[in-house]
């Protein structure tokens, strides 16, 4: 599996992470951020996961669910299933990660079962909001190397590890409005090929979203960021998503990644006997 991530993007598809490159591995940008979307962390991942949102005076609302993802040849599905508090229980997301050499977007749908039915996120709605969070859909995506042209700009310390730092300009008018980033900036581990920090800026180059991983560890040989923080620096909003039970090579079974399960959700018959 080639994940995280990111939950994303760097974010959440993102925040599961793998193993450091070999030695003597090229430290140019392109090459760098090449590992970091392509890194070997298993055939498939099921983990507990908090979405937490924070608002402008420090109040709380927690957000319960399942991450599930899985290898399917160089493409990955993840499926989350939102099972805590009533408001959100049944609300279901997937998502289709390409192979990036195809030059196709990749897939998102929601179910929301108020409406009883799957929706096809566009293109043109992954800039707004995930599950009302300050993360986008955008955000949930995996890390793509060819929509921006990049750069070392240096290196610095993020939670104890040495970091290169990466500066990433869209190659076109196309990637801008999809994801609405007209500049980011990453911290890449340069032990474990991670994403420990990231920074998004608008039209004017004014940093308008940080994101930081809070907690690193090593599950079953696997680096995995096990806390991630965005924070909106206008709203001044944030959110946290944080994993438990992290296990990876479970035989996550193919329904688990159907259209199907989003409609009649996952039970722990469903599950390996992990929770």
């Known amino acids: 599996m080639k994940l995280a991530r990111l939950l994303l993007s760097a974010v959440l598809m993102p925040c599961l992470v793998a193993a450091a490159p070999a030695t003597g591995a090229s430290v140019d940008a392109e090459s760098i951020l090449s590992r970091v979307r392509d890194r070997n962390d298993g055939d498939d991942v099921y983990s507990d996961l908090k979405l937490v949102l924070i608002d402008e005076k420090g109040g709380t609302r927690v957000r319960e669910l399942l991450y599930l993802q899985r290898d399917y040849g160089k493409d990955e599905k993840l499926t989350l299933y939102f099972t805590e508090p009533s408001d959100v229980k049944g609300v279901a997301f997937q998502s289709v990660t390409y192979d990036e050499k195809l030059g196709k977007d990749d897939d998102q749908w929601i179910y929301l079962p108020a409406f009883r039915q799957i929706r096809r996120i566009a293109s043109a709605d992954k800039r707004g909001s995930f599950m009302g969070s300050e993360y986008a859909y955008i955000d949930m995506e995996k890390l793509r190397v060819g929509d921006y042209k990049q750069r ?65 560890e090593k599950i079953q040989d696997v680096w995995t ?51």
Request: glycine share 4%; charged share 25%.
């Open 225 to 275: 960021v096990m806390e991630s923080h965005m924070q909106d620096q206008v709203s001044r909003k944030a959110s946290s998503l944080i994993f438990s039970n992290v296990r990876y090579n479970v035989s996550l079974a193919d329904k688990l990644f159907r259209q199907a399960i989003m409609k009649t959700g996952v039970s722990n018959a469903d599950l390996p006997a992990l929770r």
């Open 152 to 216: 070392l700009v240096g290196e610095e310390v993020v939670l104890g590890q040495p970091c290169w730092v990466i500066e990433r300009l869209p190659v076109s008018e196309e990637v801008i409005n999809r994801t609405g980033y007209h500049k980011t900036v990453v911290w890449v581990d340069k032990a474990h090929d991670v994403v420990l920090k990231q920074t998004y800026y608008d039209a004017k180059g004014v940093q308008f979203k940080v994101m930081t991983a809070r907690k690193l």
